[in-house]
């Protein structure tokens, strides 16, 4: 009766009410628990389902704040290499302006196999024809 109780004063304070002191009783509660055990917290056993229960739900609780966590300092490191100027990502192989004109010099005139002017250019067939596509919509 006695805990019952206390879980009803214990409801006002939910999570969901803004107040971390109830947070903190389910924790010191928990620890409790397990200092109460003989044996070691990681060896401990119980057949109760509820302490099973609290177990993982307090466990996946915390991976998922942990997630977060690592979310928003990976988005906040990226926005700040990006306000710094760099862009991330693989460079391109024909970034160069003159290799680019190059290639279409060489594809346009159609004297040079489309392999002679890749191995010329160390790309290949898909990033040559990407990049003239690409310098074609860019022309238009």
């Given at each position: 009766?006695?805990?019952?109780?206390?879980?009803?004063?214990?409801?006002?304070?939910?999570?969901?009410?803004?107040?971390?002191?109830?947070?903190?009783?389910?924790?010191?509660?928990?620890?409790?628990?397990?200092?109460?055990?003989?044996?070691?917290?990681?060896?401990?056993?119980?057949?109760?389902?509820?302490?099973?229960?609290?177990?993982?739900?307090?466990?996946g609780s915390?991976?998922e704040f942990?997630?977060?966590?690592?979310?928003?300092?990976?988005?906040?490191?990226?926005?700040?290499?990006?306000?710094?100027?760099?862009?991330?990502g693989r460079?391109?192989?024909?970034?160069?302006?003159?290799?680019?004109?190059?290639?279409?010099?060489?594809?346009?005139?159609?004297?040079?196999?489309?392999?002679?002017?890749?191995?010329?250019?160390?790309?290949?067939?898909?990033?040559?024809?990407?990049?003239?596509?690409?310098?074609?919509?860019?022309?238009?």
């Amino acid at each position: 009766m006695a805990a019952r109780a206390r879980l009803e004063h214990a409801v006002p304070n939910s999570p969901g009410s803004g107040n971390p002191s109830y947070v903190i009783s389910v924790l010191e509660n928990f620890r409790r628990a397990l200092l109460a055990t003989p044996l070691p917290p990681w060896k401990a056993r119980t057949n109760s389902r509820a302490a099973a229960t609290a177990a993982s739900s307090l466990f996946g609780s915390l991976a998922e704040f942990e997630r977060d966590l690592i979310r928003e300092r990976t988005n906040a490191g990226l926005a700040a290499a990006r306000a710094r100027g760099r862009l991330g990502g693989r460079p391109k192989k024909l970034a160069d302006p003159k290799k680019l004109a190059l290639a279409q010099q060489l594809y346009d005139a159609g004297q040079t196999d489309i392999a002679t002017i890749c191995r010329t250019l160390g790309i290949s067939r898909a990033t040559l024809y990407r990049s003239l596509s690409d310098g074609a919509s860019e022309k238009e």
